[in-house]
């Protein structure tokens, strides 16, 4: 149970990463609600065709206006609670995490503060730099250096942090789904996925975020995902993101526990073209162990 509830958790914070930004290979290129106009609505809920772009043109504007970015901040908030009920015995757990991050594309690098509160551990504070120098971490104030492997594999998974463009794409593969609409200066691209569609959004998804294929298959095909709402929002001017939701609702059952989850993963971008360096602290190149 212990691995499966791991591997889970595991998998719920990557989906939720991956939902916010990781489809390299989407096609299914219709506009949003399959060209149905009467779908998309301005502010006031009433139809606004007129001044809501269609998915396409948001994908090219968005891809138009990432050519020229440079660096950004994004900070990610996730809640996770689950409940696992075997026999008369029910286990609460909660998992927060935040995560505030500083980005260069080129080359690229970073710098996150990660703050957490685990099941059974309280909670822990961690800073790390990922930069052509390495990977250098701080827990509890002491410094350490990563092997080498680790920083290509950070570097991997953010790239399409990096490019804001991806936050978008995602809608491609869910089109049917999606609502475009106008609220103050932004443009809000929703998708509300449940029923059958679900579990294939999620294989979908998971299956670009690496790790081992058959077992994310095998764990997906156990549970029962009650709905995926899925939520971003594009600045009117700039056509780049300025925040991300991902909801997730789930059942499954594992070596005789039922296990129901409910996750919300909220991300906010900004500052972008404004970070120009990100510098490993002396005391970290000196003193990491």
Do not use: H
Not at 25 to 35: C, I, M
Not at 196 to 205: C, I, P, R, T
Not at 256 to 270: D, H, R
């Amino acid at each position: 149970m212990k691995k499966w509830t791991l591997g889970l958790m595991a998998m719920i914070l990557v989906l939720g990463i991956t939902a916010c930004g990781n489809d390299k290979e989407a096609n299914g290129g219709n506009t949003a609600n399959g060209g149905n106009t009467d779908k998309v609505a301005g502010a006031n809920g009433t139809a606004d065709s007129a001044t809501v772009p269609t998915l396409e043109e948001l994908l090219q504007k968005s891809a138009d206006a990432s050519k020229d970015l440079k660096s950004l901040s994004m900070v990610a908030e996730m809640n996770q609670d689950m409940v696992i009920t075997q026999g008369d015995q029910k286990q609460e757990q909660s998992i927060i995490m935040k995560i505030t991050s500083d980005i260069i594309k080129d080359p690229l690098q970073l710098v996150q503060e990660i703050k957490m509160t685990l099941p059974g551990q309280g909670d822990t504070d961690m800073k790390q730099y990922v930069t052509e120098e390495g990977v250098f971490v701080n827990v509890g104030g002491v410094w350490s250096k990563q092997p080498n492997e680790t920083r290509e594999q950070l570097l991997a998974s953010i790239e399409d942090s990096a490019n804001p463009q991806k936050q978008l794409e995602q809608f491609k593969t869910i089109s049917k789904d999606t609502v475009i609409t106008a609220e103050g200066d932004e443009y809000v691209l929703t998708a509300d996925v449940s029923g059958d569609a679900v579990k294939g959004l999620a294989k979908e998804l998971m299956s670009r975020s690496g790790g081992n294929a058959e077992d994310t298959a095998a764990m997906i095909e156990q549970m029962n995902i009650k709905s995926i709402k899925i939520t971003t929002a594009v600045n009117k001017d700039t056509y780049l993101p300025t925040r991300a939701n991902v909801d997730l609702v789930l059942e499954m059952e594992q070596e005789g526990a039922n296990i129901s989850m409910n996750m919300v993963m909220k991300t906010t971008s900004s500052k972008y073209n404004e970070i120009s360096e990100i510098k490993v602290p002396q005391e970290a190149l000196d003193s990491a162990q």
